[in-house]
């Protein structure tokens, strides 16, 4: 009797499943992960807060709750729920004029990001993702690390202007070249150099190995981030301590956990505000924020899935919670970002328990090291967020779908541009048009093959071959197609039904659909020839629907070619007689199965 209450119980909390097995072995595998993950997020996260117009410790904030969250209801191991460069602009995007103060609607946005991405996993909403295609989710992400990467040469440079898409953002860059900072400037080429060397010092290293000078390589790779902040908060520091400040530093960060506070509470401290006001104020970001997450959140769980069956719903409430949870404590919209699935994949993570252990050296940094994050430059933490993003630019996936098929290239074309002219929402709604645009033409133009075969008895007939699914826009491309074929010598026209998965229908028997219509139409263009019109190999549904549909027709319904063969055979004895045979009689009291 407990069987199925313990089963309901482990596929809403995944953590039931395993935590009966943990063992010291994995908790201490789970510990090395989490450090190292750790030391890579710090400084993501400081550097994201800045992305998202926030100051440092709203990064710290955001990094706080998801790995305590996503450690109960998560079931990819490797994930870890923190701020990403992406989510970060679209929150700098709709929240940095915002009239009630910018961090209270980024912790807003947050909230009901949250709420969205729960109602979609508890509703089991995750088959909408599957409406933005590929090549439209290739073409936001490329344009978003682009904008992200030119975002940052201003503070690189040491340049002070505003501007948001990546047209304004490189032109005010040229505009403003002369007022460039050369200490800024120098520190940002240094710390690039650095940052793309001790990366592709990985290849060198190994984690899972007895040799420590592979570990240790491998460790200084993954560290990286962590490593370069350090080296140049420190220089900073003993520059400070001479009088002298020739990088542009960060503002101080307040030290300690952040208050728990509600989210939708939004006041000045005088003035408390119209919830409704300030949901309209975030505009369609509530919508494009959840979506968004919820897109690269499923691609990156299914590419560490380790080849097992994704809970799409369970990952949509697992971050829709770190979500909803992190809002309380000053968080702004967080999701799984795929370089620190890597890291904590390599750093050996065994269970989802990582992410306690990375909470909590988040929480050490936010109660002892505060005070030293303002002497970070602004040039490091710029070069930290360009060489993470450079890599999403999807430079191979942009060549294999020119090379499969140059059409799909068009949705990813006009997506890219139009996010870099426009803006990254209106872009990838322009995308998802010009996608829909592509499925509809695709609908009305199916896969139709037509041969003119030549029959053992003497006489020819016209195949047709239906594949997939057929809509009333495909009806007069099916009849102009087959119309153009068609010989006067075609005896029979063969439609063959075998890879027809579904015709559109209407639930009422009298609104025959458009495509029946124009098969009738079909018959009487070709009067003079007065066709025997068979449908080889229907399946029950589709058999069901065009014996009911076609009534005057003379067709046949035939199951296999030994039948076919049969029916030519019988004709040919009958010196081709047409008669109308419409095998309906089955069905006549079956009207209830439409």
């Known amino acids: 009797m407990l069987k199925q209450p313990i089963k309901l119980l482990s596929g809403a909390f995944p953590i039931v499943q395993w935590l009966p097995k943990y063992t010291i072995q994995k908790a201490v595998c789970d510990l090395i992960a989490g450090i190292t993950v750790g030391l890579t997020l710090i400084p993501q996260s400081i550097a994201y807060a800045a992305l998202a117009g926030l100051g440092p410790e709203y990064g710290l904030y955001s990094s706080l709750c998801g790995g305590f969250i996503y450690t109960i209801f998560g079931t990819v191991k490797d994930l870890n729920v923190a701020p990403t460069a992406l989510i970060s602009l679209l929150t700098f995007t709709y929240t940095h004029d915002s009239s009630f103060g910018q961090p209270q ?82 520190l940002s080429i240094i710390c690039c150099c650095s940052l793309i060397m001790l990366r592709e010092m990985k290849r060198f290293g190994n984690p899972n190995t007895d040799n420590i000078w592979k570990t240790s390589v491998w460790f200084l790779s993954v560290s990286r981030n962590a490593l370069l902040v350090i080296i140049c908060a420190f220089t900073a520091f003993l520059l400070k301590k001479h009088d002298l400040t020739p990088f542009s530093l960060i503002k101080n960060v307040p030290q300690g956990l952040p208050p728990i506070q509600l989210p939708f509470i939004i006041s000045n401290g005088t003035e408390t505000f119209n919830f409704i006001d300030v949901t309209s104020d975030l505009g369609t970001g509530i919508i494009v924020v959840p979506l968004v997450s919820i897109l690269s959140n ?20 697992a971050v829709g919670l770190c979500n909803i949870f ?19 994949n390599a750093s050996g993570a065994r269970t989802t328990f990582g992410g306690i252990f990375t909470g909590i050296l988040v929480m050490f940094a936010l109660t002892f090291l505060t005070p030293y994050f303002s002497y970070i430059p602004k040039a490091t933490l710029s070069s930290v967020i360009i060489c993470a993003v450079i890599y999403m ?126 098969i009738d139409a ?73």
């Not at 994704?310 to 949509?316: F, G, H, I, N, V």
Request: charged share 20%; glycine share 4%; net charge negative.
């Open 298 to 317: 499923i691609a990156i769980a299914k590419a560490f899935a380790d080849g097992k069956v994704l809970d799409a719903s369970q990952e949509m409430l």
């Open 326 to 344: 992190g809002s309380f404590f000053g968080s702004f919209p967080i999701n799984a970002s795929f370089s620190r699935a890597a890291v904590n």
């Open 105 to 186: 609607s980024a912790i807003l946005l947050c909230f009901l990001s949250g709420i969205i991405e729960t109602g979609f996993g508890l509703l089991h909403l995750g088959f909408l993702v599957d409406f933005v295609s590929t090549p439209v989710v290739a073409g936001f992400t490329s344009a978003g690390a682009l904008t992200i990467a030119a975002a940052q040469i201003k503070n690189m440079l040491g340049l002070n202007f505003k501007a948001e898409t990546f047209v304004k953002i490189m032109y005010n860059v040229f505009y403003h070249i002369k007022e460039t900072s050369l200490w800024d400037a120098a």
């Open 522 to 594: 079909l018959i009487k263009d070709l009067n003079e020839w007065k066709p025997l019109v068979v449908f080889l190999r229907p399946k029950t549904e589709i058999d069901f629907i065009l014996r009911k549909a076609i009534t005057d027709a003379n067709c046949y319904f035939i199951k296999n070619d030994n039948e076919l063969d049969t029916l030519f055979d019988e004709k040919a004895n009958s010196g081709y007689e047409l008669t109308s045979v419409c095998a309906n009689e089955a069905y006549e009291n079956d009207d209830e199965k439409l």
């Open 393 to 518: 630019v999807e430079l191979k996936l942009s060549r294999l779908i020119w090379r499969i098929n140059r059409i799909d290239f068009f949705p990813l074309l006009v997506t890219l541009v139009a996010c870099l002219v426009l803006s990254i929402e209106i872009g990838i709604v322009i995308g998802i048009v010009v996608d829909l645009l592509l499925v509809l033409y695709y609908t009305s133009r199916p896969k139709i093959e037509t041969e003119i075969i030549k029959h053992e008895k003497n006489f020819q007939y016209m195949k047709v071959v239906l594949v997939g699914t057929l809509f009333y826009s495909a009806a007069e491309f099916t009849r102009d197609k087959v119309l153009k074929m068609i010989t006067s010598d075609s005896k029979f026209l063969v439609f063959d039904c075998a890879n027809l998965r579904k015709i559109d229908f209407t639930a009422a028997k009298e609104n025959i659909h458009i495509f029946l219509q124009c």
